[in-house]
């Protein structure tokens, strides 16, 4: 097959239809070295995607060492095994695979795209990075400078002060506080040995959950996984802790010279395992949901244009939850948002979702299910993200039926439950008028 036609048979990978993908039907594969991996069998194009998550992420850096889990991942590729950098881009090349690295706070996920013919060649590719990367001091140094600058922009960015402050509020004693890139001071004193440490700590078989689809079968992919992944240490770094969440309700302003106030509000919230997720998941829909029928935004943008957009959502990490919410506002305004926010959340609280609204949420949240199945990728990353989350095989075919489910005293109980305008706490990043630190405004 000549590249071109590679190219297209991963464009044409990216494009199948949901339909195509509408009832996945998943396998449990288990390698004879007893690695687990889910597997959903795609046979009409010569194409594997496979997406590996790797639990614990950069909240394994050590002490004095964030960002090393983050830089390592993003160098994972730059020279491997008898390989520089510029060699196994090439190798890549060749075999029109496509790999990428990336570390969350709770995982370091690998998403690889391969084609059938060249399946062994690029497996044992990937396999080097994984299990075999050099760490060169000149690869650890250019990507270094790339993560550097991408801290400078970070360090001027609204959002990203606004998302930074909050978090460093409210997990003050955890990983996830910091920026999981780290600092200029701590990613500039990290060398190859640190990354080689963060590797040891990171990339084991007892945190790795494993997502396949495309054409490959459940016989061929149990000795493939130990080829891939059978060379890993069995253990590295320790369990990471559950965060204490420490913020109370209030306003914390962060000055910065812009005529828009960014806003990122929010409180603890429920976990992804607890019996009410579901409902709590409805809920916030109701509540501050994707388009343009949410409250919020029927409050805050159409009735008193206050703001172009406003949302809010669930955050059910690994170790902590939260729900929040944002939006940006002038400055002249931002106070009276604000105040607006607050009072929908405590109607909210009290009240419930309006009978109608909740109808209308549940026919948007199962309808536009099946539109994330949209490609070999990202159903093995839907895959692997399941395991990771500690979701049952069966919970695709079940999940909008458990949506179905959720009837207005559900929600109702649960906003009394998890909902509590004078716990929320609202970062403000502007020159807002009429607001400062300090308590919630009366």
Not at 140 to 164: N, Y
Not at 188 to 206: F, G, I, M, N
Not at 266 to 282: K, M, N, Q
Request: glycine share 8%.
């Amino acid at each position: 097959m000549s590249l071109s036609l590679r190219a297209l048979a991963f464009a044409a990978a990216t494009l199948l239809p949901a339909a195509a993908h509408a009832a996945v039907e998943i396998q449990e594969v288990v390698s004879p070295g007893g690695i687990t991996a889910w597997l959903v069998e795609e046979h009409s194009i010569p194409f594997t995607a496979f997406d590996i998550r790797f639990e614990g992420g950069a909240s394994l850096d050590a002490p004095g060492k964030r960002g090393a889990v983050n830089l390592m991942a993003a160098t994972l590729e730059e020279g491997a095994g008898e390989r520089d950098a510029r060699a196994f881009a090439e190798a890549a090349e060749d075999l029109a695979a496509r790999f990428s690295f990336e570390a969350t706070n709770d995982a370091v996920a690998v998403e690889a795209s391969i084609l059938t013919e060249n399946r062994a060649e690029a497996v044992a590719l990937l396999r080097e990075a994984l299990v075999a990367p050099r760490f060169d001091a000149e690869a650890v140094d250019r990507v270094r400078e790339q993560v550097l600058a991408s801290i400078d922009r970070a360090e001027s960015d609204p959002q990203e002060i606004a998302s930074t402050t909050l978090a460093a509020l409210a997990f003050p004693d955890h990983p996830y506080g910091s920026p999981l890139d780290g600092t200029r001071e701590t990613v500039s004193s990290l060398a190859p040995d640190d990354l080689r440490a963060a590797h040891a700590a990171a990339l084991t078989l007892d945190r790795v959950h494993v997502g396949v689809t495309g054409d490959i079968t459940a016989e061929e992919l149990g000795p493939l996984l130990d080829e891939l992944l059978g060379d890993l240490p069995a253990t590295g770094g320790p369990e990471v802790a559950d965060a204490d969440y420490a913020l109370g309700g209030g306003v914390t302003v962060v000055a910065h010279p812009s005529p828009q106030s960014v806003v990122l509000f929010g409180h603890e919230s429920l976990r992804r395992d607890d019996p009410d997720f579901f409902a709590a998941y409805v809920l916030n829909h109701v509540l501050g949901g994707a388009g343009f029928n949410s409250l919020l935004m029927d409050e805050v943008r159409v009735k008193r244009g206050l703001t172009y957009g406003i949302g809010s959502y669930l955050v059910p990490r690994e170790h902590a939850a939260q729900h929040l919410g944002q939006f940006s506002s002038s400055n002249a305004k931002a106070a009276e948002a604000v105040r607006i926010v607050r009072e929908e959340w405590a109607e909210m609280a009290e009240a419930g979702a309006d009978p109608k609204a909740l109808e209308a949420a549940k026919t948007y949240l199962t309808g536009a299910y099946p539109l994330r199945f949209d490609g070999n990728g990202t159903i093995a990353g839907i895959l692997s993200g399941m395991q990771l989350q500690d979701l049952p095989i069966d919970y695709i075919a079940t999940r909008n039926a458990r949506i179905e489910a959720v009837t207005p005293e559900d929600v109702a109980r649960v906003a009394a439950r998890i909902m509590d305008a004078d716990d929320l706490h609202f970062v403000v990043v502007g020159q807002p008028e009429g607001l400062e630190t300090g308590a919630l405004p009366g």
